[in-house]
């Protein structure tokens, strides 16, 4: 008995996904400290 599959192992498909993921986390910690800044700055204002 064979067993076909259609899958590529050529590792593109995860490796494409772990940069977005990296560059999705980026913007993610950027996005955050921004808005820890803005919320300081306004109490040292005050």
């Known amino acids: ?3 076909q ?3 590529t192992t ?3 498909g995860t ?4 940069v977005l993921a ?3 986390a980026f913007f993610s ?3 955050k ?3 820890a800044s ?3 700055q306004r109490r040292l204002m005050r």
Do not use: E, K, L, Q
Request: net charge positive; glycine share 16%.
């Open 15 to 18: 490796s494409a996904r772990a």
């Open 5 to 7: 599959t259609t899958m």
């Open 38 to 40: 803005s919320t300081g």
């Open 1 to 3: 008995m064979t067993y």
């Open 29 to 31: 910690i950027i996005g």
């Open 10 to 12: 050529n590792g593109f």
């Open 22 to 24: 990296h560059v999705g």
């Open 33 to 35: 400290s921004m808005i």
